[in-house]
């Protein structure tokens, strides 16, 4: 077991930051024949870190540029390894196009962010890519049509230690990351930083608190709630936390708001979501299915589906309310774990392109 470090815990730079940092590096050399090192970018919510490069290799309208990813004091596998960008010439009106190099996984299965037959680069981290090859093109009046091709050394034998071969992610690893940001993993100071925001929020008297999964459905309460900052706790996958916490320490209302995956595992009963931990029970989806009115051919498609969305999106082709069925159940789970709390509870489940698909209680 990894030993928690004394003292604050430091925070990391995912692999989908890396990547955007060693593409602008690569693209910079291609354009200008020099490799920008340090190297500095803008993550999502407007941090400019710098990183040092530990790749550099420019040949004939192509560079390579790598960067060893620093995850702080989490426990990440990938601590150490080298993320490499290379980046060539694209075809005329091509646009940003992406390849996985060796490490980096294929998607093979549905069900995930992107689709069968692509690198397995999540869609922030692809963002994150285009945005620093626009900025480089509009500065040197360049197309910006380029290929992308993304490698981690040793990232196929370190994709044995994740999920990734359960759910059909071949070849190596995911580029991932929503912010950029690897907040250290540690069940103690995750736990003790939610039960200090709902100290202060009691304190501040307020009268609603939210907790999310993760920035997806953060946003998606921002959208439905004008709350101030310290309204929102930093849930991530530790329901139960909160839950216990505010069950004796209420604030009047509370929003829950998560991936339907991680909601079905709270429906199912389940107050810590992480997937280490705890997972999703494809016969139990398969049973609500069936419990909606769905057939036994859609029932045994949902067991032998490859992640929980896909089952969502088969619900969903057929007009079965399964994500409202996700939320009254996990709404259910939470009002169990607060006991006669004088607190009430709004859940909603929301889609991976921050759409509210599911919603009870408030």
């Known amino acids: 077991m990894t030993r928690k470090p004394d003292g604050p815990l430091r925070r990391g730079w995912t692999t989908g930051a890396c990547a955007a940092a060693a593409t602008k590096a690569a693209y910079g050399a291609v354009l200008t024949g020099v490799f920008p090192d340090p190297v500095t970018i803008r993550l999502p919510k407007g941090e400019q870190p710098a990183f040092a490069l530990a790749v550099e290799v420019l040949g004939d309208g192509w560079a390579s540029a790598g960067i060893v990813k620093d995850a702080g004091d989490d426990p990440d596998v990938t601590h150490g390894a080298t993320v490499i960008a290379t980046v060539r010439r694209g075809a005329a009106g091509s646009g940003v196009c992406f390849r996985a190099g060796e490490g980096v996984g294929t998607v093979t299965l549905p069900g ?11 869609p922030v981290p692809r963002r994150m890519m285009a945005e620093v090859v626009a900025e480089l093109a509009a500065a040197h009046g360049d197309p910006g049509d380029v290929v992308i091709e993304l490698s981690i050394p040793g990232g196929e034998a370190l994709a044995g ?4 071969p359960r759910l059909g992610i071949v070849g190596g690893l995911s580029i ?3 912010t950029g940001v690897v907040v250290p993993f540690s069940c103690a100071a995750w736990i003790h ?11 501040t008297g307020l009268d609603r608190v939210v907790g999310c999964t993760g920035s997806t459905s953060e946003e998606a309460v921002r959208r439905r709630h004008a709350l101030p900052e310290t309204a929102y706790l930093d849930m991530g996958d530790f329901a139960g936390g909160l839950l216990k916490y505010l069950r004796a320490h209420p604030v009047p209302h509370l929003t829950l708001a998560g991936g339907f995956a991680k909601f079905a595992k709270l429906a199912e009963g389940h107050l810590d979501l992480h997937s280490g931990r705890s997972q999703v029970g494809m016969d139990w989806l398969a049973g ?5 009115g769905g057939d ?27 994500a409202g069925r996700i939320a009254e159940l996990a709404l259910a789970t939470a009002r169990e774990a607060l006991r006669d709390a004088p607190v009430t509870v709004e859940l909603l489940v929301v889609d991976r392109q921050g759409a509210v698909v599911g919603e009870a209680g408030g």
């Not at 962010?113 to 397995?120: C, D, L, R, S």
């Not at 930083?193 to 304190?203: L, T």
């Not at 051919?297 to 032998?304: E, F, K, V």
Request: proline share 8%.
């Open 112 to 122: 995930l962010p992107v689709p069968p037959g692509e690198p397995a680069v999540n």
């Open 161 to 164: 230690k994740t999920w990734n």
């Open 176 to 178: 991932l990351g929503t």
């Open 193 to 203: 930083s939610i039960h200090r925001g709902i100290d202060v929020a009691r304190a």
């Open 288 to 292: 609500q299915l069936a419990d909606l």
């Open 296 to 322: 036994e051919d859609l029932a045994a498609a949902a067991r032998g589906a490859n992640t929980a969305a896909e089952v969502l999106g088969l619900a969903t082709a057929v007009g079965l309310p399964l």
